[in-house]
């Protein structure tokens, strides 16, 4: 299952999605969100699903690779699901047994947070699937580079937003290798209640915290090695720009947004 996170993880195409800008793909996932939390019907879900759909093709991605990471949050999926089907109450009941009781507005809540968490999680994956880390530490500094004016320090905040992003698909790599091996030495993780199931896991979290802080230790030391200086006098190899797809790209989602607003 850890293989199956896809947030943070970037796969190289040749596609019109990966050619965006970092800017306007930071803006557009953005507005995305904002749109996706004004819709209160399942038709605005449909279209937004399908608008998701076709951005996954013209990126050049398997679908299969996109929705395989919908895998890892079934566990917090059911669990809204099943908390607004027994708690919410309105409606007509569908079910009833001593106090509890199933009715039809719990039901239509349930699967519609479902519906929204499902399509959030695809398409802010595609910003980490179709950028570079350097690409979005850039775009990130630039839509942030307004507030260092307040003394916001928006080049180290980028950095440490892209690192964070970029060492989740590492360190998940690297749970997995360890997991493997102590499974291959007897450790069982799957028998066993929830409880057990957790204490199962500390063997795992130790070298796997050691790893991390070893990891980041040296990349420390490269960026130290390197004279990384975030801030103004900072180059950069390539410079980003707008090119006049990306002002397409931003007026179609600022249409799509407001109709499937107001829809």
Not at 123 to 142: H, K
Not at 210 to 234: P, Q, V
């Amino acid at each position: 299952m850890l293989k199956d996170i896809t947030i943070g993880q970037y796969i190289a195409r040749d596609s019109i999605i990966h050619a965006l800008d970092a800017r306007i793909k930071i803006i557009i996932t953005t507005l995305l969100i904002i749109a996706l939390f004004t819709i209160d019907t399942f038709m605005g879900f449909g279209f937004f699903a399908a608008f998701v759909l076709i951005v996954v093709l013209l990126s050049k991605i398997s679908v299969k690779k996109v929705l395989r990471g919908l895998k890892p949050i079934l566990i917090l999926v059911l669990f809204t699901l099943f908390i607004h089907i027994f708690l919410t109450n309105g409606g007509r009941v569908l079910w009833s047994w001593k106090f509890i009781s199933i009715e039809s507005e719990g039901v239509y809540t349930g699967f519609f947070m479902v519906s929204r968490i499902f399509i959030l999680i695809l398409f802010t994956s595609l910003l980490t699937l179709t950028t570079s880390p350097l690409q979005l530490t850039d775009g990130i500094e630039y839509i942030l580079s307004p507030l260092k004016k307040f003394g916001v320090p928006a080049s180290e905040l980028s950095m440490m937003m892209t690192i964070a992003l970029r060492f989740i698909p590492t360190l998940l790599e690297e749970a997995d290798k360890i997991m493997k091996a102590q499974q291959a030495r007897g450790a069982d993780f799957e028998s066993g209640n929830l409880i057990q199931r957790a204490k199962s896991l500390i063997p795992l979290l130790v070298p796997l915290f050691i790893s991390a802080f070893r990891r980041a230790d040296d990349l420390a030391l490269a960026m130290e090695s390197r004279c990384y200086r975030g801030g103004e006098d900072r180059t950069r190899l390539h410079e980003l720009e707008f090119k006049y797809y990306d002002f397409v790209a931003l007026v179609l989602i600022v249409i799509l947004a407001v109709a499937v607003s107001f829809y």
